[in-house]
């Protein structure tokens, strides 16, 4: 095979890859899917930024810091849950409709519909993200001083690349679930549980034993069960990327932020659970039965 060819099997293969991604992409918004995840977003950004001081009887907008805490605290909960939303039946829902026979019957490779699938979601996250975090970023920054724009700009900065990084793993989850059952309702079910699992009671007992047992655990057995999570290395990267020295910002969480390694390689770490869950995707796609 001479060059030519392989240039052109290259170049037909990223036309089918963004084909299916464009297709993925029109269909979240025609449904609207993107507006609502971004305005929930917004609002639930907006509502801790500018209300979260209500409940201690001031109207008071908090330090970057805490607000960004704040959002972390949220951003884990609400993100994995949409990510899943968005992809539970990207396979399994498919298959029960019989469009996914079809799809096969064109000439494109089983990888080229995961990634086309991935590129479409990846971007409709990430819209979502920027739009949801990047509106109430601009105007904390319009209305701080410049030591505090500052601080927000890098903050948000950090908080929107790791959402979007955080999301995309949740919904390659909700492909490989998807992959693996036969209908949507028991798709729906499996990632609920994991979500439970990974978003609260992993959290639970990770930070039970550290503060329990802490004489016990050692920086590489800790550095270990964080690593396990993605969820966990979200909270670790921003909170060590937003450190403060204000009591309100400080919680049990900051112990997360205490795992030595540094931001580069916290989301490099993120980056391989993305591509690690790619290739299983391909890999469990590629010698399935339809």
């Not at 609502?36 to 009887?57: K, Q």
């Not at 086309?116 to 319009?142: D, E, N, P, R, W």
């Not at 800790?222 to 937003?242: E, G, M, Q, V």
């Amino acid at each position: 095979m001479n060059r030519s060819e392989v240039l052109h099997r290259r170049l037909s293969a990223l036309s089918i890859v963004s084909t299916i991604a464009a297709k993925e992409f029109k269909d979240n918004l025609r449904n609207r899917w993107l507006w609502m995840m971004a305005g929930i977003l917004l609002l639930l950004s907006l509502c801790v930024s500018f209300m979260g001081s209500a409940v201690s009887g001031n109207l008071v907008v908090f330090e970057p810091a805490q607000i960004l805490s704040g959002l972390v605290t949220l951003s884990v909960f609400m993100l994995p849950l949409g990510a899943i939303l968005l992809s539970y039946d990207s396979f399994v829902g498919e298959k029960e409709s019989g469009t996914l026979l079809l799809l096969l019957t064109y000439p494109l490779a089983r990888w080229h519909l995961v990634c086309g699938k991935f590129l479409g979601h990846a971007c409709v996250m990430t819209i979502a993200c920027i739009l949801g975090f990047g509106l109430t970023g601009l105007i904390l920054i319009s209305l701080g001083d410049t030591q505090a724009q500052l601080s927000i700009a890098i903050g948000f900065t950090h908080l929107i690349m790791s959402s979007i990084l955080l999301s995309l793993v949740f919904v390659l989850l909700g492909y490989w679930v998807s992959l693996c059952v036969r209908e949507k309702a028991k798709a729906l079910g499996i990632l609920l549980i994991l979500w439970f699992v990974l978003v609260l009671v992993y959290d639970l007992i990770l930070l039970s034993a550290v503060v329990g047992m802490s004489e016990m655990f050692n920086r590489t057995v800790f550095n270990l069960l964080i690593l396990l999570n993605p969820t966990d290395l979200f909270r670790a990267l921003n909170l060590l990327a937003t450190p403060s020295d204000t009591l309100a910002a400080k919680s049990s969480l900051t112990l997360l932020a205490q795992t030595g390694l540094g931001l580069p390689l916290m989301y490099g770490l993120l980056g391989g659970w993305i591509g690690a869950l790619l290739l299983c995707c391909s890999w469990i796609f590629k010698y399935q039965e339809i």
